[in-house]
């Protein structure tokens, strides 16, 4: 889930038990990165047999990971935020 704060507008990612916030550069500056990672090309099966990609979070230490259905519904979901701040940008006047 990704949600934004309507008082300091930061934006949140929400993925299991891990919240991740953002100023609006920072977050279209993190989901290009992710646009541009190749789900194939940097996946690897894990313990359980699901094919997940690691990805590296803007603090190094900490990682996400994602199965392809969820690697899916990621980019949807940062796509719709996106979208979503287009709306509140036209309603702020900015």
């Known amino acids: 889930m990704i949600s934004r704060c309507a008082e300091c ?8 038990n891990l919240i991740i916030s953002f100023s609006t ?10 646009v ?3 789900f ?5 099966p894990f313990p359980d047999g699901q094919e997940r990609v ?7 230490d900490v990682q996400m990971t994602f199965t392809t259905e969820q690697w899916g519904n990621f980019h949807s979901a940062m796509d ?3 979208y ?11």
Do not use: K
């Open 9 to 16: 507008r930061c934006i949140f990612i929400w993925h299991n």
């Open 25 to 34: 550069e920072q977050f279209n500056q993190f989901r290009d990165f992710t």
């Open 36 to 38: 541009e990672l190749d």
């Open 40 to 44: 194939t090309a940097h996946s690897f």
């Open 54 to 60: 690691v990805m590296r979070t803007p603090v190094n």
């Open 80 to 82: 719709e935020a996106i």
């Open 84 to 94: 979503m701040q287009q709306v509140y940008d036209l309603m702020e006047g900015e």
